[in-house]
């Protein structure tokens, strides 16, 4: 019999997919993500034959060898920044993730931060739950027009593309983008104009949304002197990984003044923010649920059981991020 270890609660239905092919599946009962030596500890005691983990659970060479029977590693995420790929190549582990796991979700978050910024709906919330509204004022809470602007898209894969669509088609924008690959359907479909460096992009956005996967190339992608190439009435979104920015430039570039505001669904110390970030008053932060629908959430249960029952059943994967 197959065993199989969830390192998280995840939604019943790729739980029941494991079980009816007569696997045996074990789930962590901690409401909270496992700290790396718990999970090397139950890996050790156990002979499991998949794990299905979490964007939350480090899955490195160490862990790996804890485990010599564990086969495949399935993410229960689009990303997949948390896996070792050296490591599981070298020992012949597949990877996997949920590509399609809400990414359309998470174009649409990514408009809900753009629009709150710009429409200051979070300060306008706080104003009138805190008493202060006194009735219709021209000088209250000034927002800023979208419609003409420009949109800098950096990472122009599936979230990122239908963050430019929606710009483009949705609001009336202007969009430049950058990327290591040139999207040619997005500039003919969509009329985007590319950019062969993120300082371009930067440089002329009004608007800047980050679609861009964790790596070394990209962590601390936008620092402080990047954040001082972008105009001072500009906006920078972040639904991708919170280390693509360092959290603390940002914080400084806030406070004075060099960049307008910022929304965020991801940290670069999550679930922890750097000193001051909650403080500010030109921030939109979320708690990383870009992706958090029923359907997406139902969706990434089915696609990381059947990632699991596909390397059981001895054959490649369909999901796997071994390149």
Known sequence: MKKIYITRKIPDVGIKMLLEKGYEVDVNTKDRPLEKKELIKILKKNSYDAVLTLLTDIIDAEV???????????????????????????????LTNTP???????????????????????????????GKYNGWDPMLLHGERIEGKTLG????????????????????MNVAYYDVKRNEELEKEDGAKFYPTVE???KI???????VPLMDSTHHLINIDRLKMMKPSAYLINTSRGPVIDENDLVYALKNKIIKG?????FEFEPKLVSGLAKLSDVVITPHI????????????????QNIIDCMGGVIPRNNVLK
């Not at 979700?105 to 429409?119: D, K, Q």
């Open 200 to 202: 371009e992009v930067l």
């Open 205 to 211: 956005s009004d608007i800047v949304s980050l679609h």
């Open 100 to 130: 399609n796991g809400g990414a359309e979700r998470v174009a649409e978050h990514t408009w809900a931060l753009i629009l709150a910024l710009t429409c200051r709906i979070v300060e306008g919330d706080s104003y009138i739950r805190n």
């Open 153 to 172: 898209i950096i990472g122009t894969g599936r979230i990122g593309a239908n963050v430019a669509r929606k710009g483009r088609f949705g609001f009336g």
């Open 290 to 305: 870009a992706s958090a629908t029923e359907e997406a959430r139902l969706e990434m249960s089915k696609v990381s059981a």
């Open 64 to 94: 790996m060898d804890s485990a010599p029977t564990v086969k495949i590693y399935a993410n229960f995420a689009i990303g997949f920044n948390n896996l070792d790929i050296e490591a599981a190549k070298a020992r012949g582990v597949y």
């Open 262 to 266: 910022a929304g965020l669904d991801v």
